[in-house]
């Protein structure tokens, strides 16, 4: 089970820190990549970022890139979201997402290649 948290509604050039904490069954928290989606109202849900199941590598879609920043802590079983500089296109419900760690590349991008997701938190973003 994936619980997210830490969304909120924050202004444009705000921060914010998203967390989420895996529980129960389907194996070691550090077996898993774990992922950030999120999904704008009447959009898809798209690819936020991902990070291995050590913390050792990331990728962070272009649109996020050097705003926001994925990590995770194994002995918390917790990943986390750290979003600077919002804008109000950042706007959506974030969800957090699990994938046994198989193979780091190709990058998995799309929803349907994670096993478990979280229920998600709402980010609103205010200009």
């Known amino acids: 089970q994936l619980q997210a948290s830490g969304g909120g509604l924050v202004q444009a050039g705000g921060s914010l820190r998203l967390s989420c904490i895996a529980s129960?069954?389907?194996?070691?928290?550090?077996?898993?990549?774990m992922a950030w989606f999120r999904q704008a109202p009447g959009k898809e849900r798209e690819f936020v970022a991902r990070?291995?199941?050590?913390?050792?590598?990331?990728h962070h879609a272009d649109s996020v890139k050097d705003r926001f920043t994925i990590s995770r802590d194994n002995a918390k079983n917790t990943v986390y979201l750290r979003m600077d500089s919002l804008k109000p296109e950042d706007t959506g419900v974030y969800y957090c997402a699990a994938e046994p760690a198989t193979s780091w590349l190709p990058i998995h991008d799309r929803p349907y290649e994670y096993d478990y997701w979280g229920q998600g938190t709402q980010v609103t973003v205010s200009s």
């Open positions: 990070i291995s199941q050590y913390g050792v590598s990331t």
């Open positions: 129960g069954g389907g194996g070691t928290f550090g077996s898993f990549y």
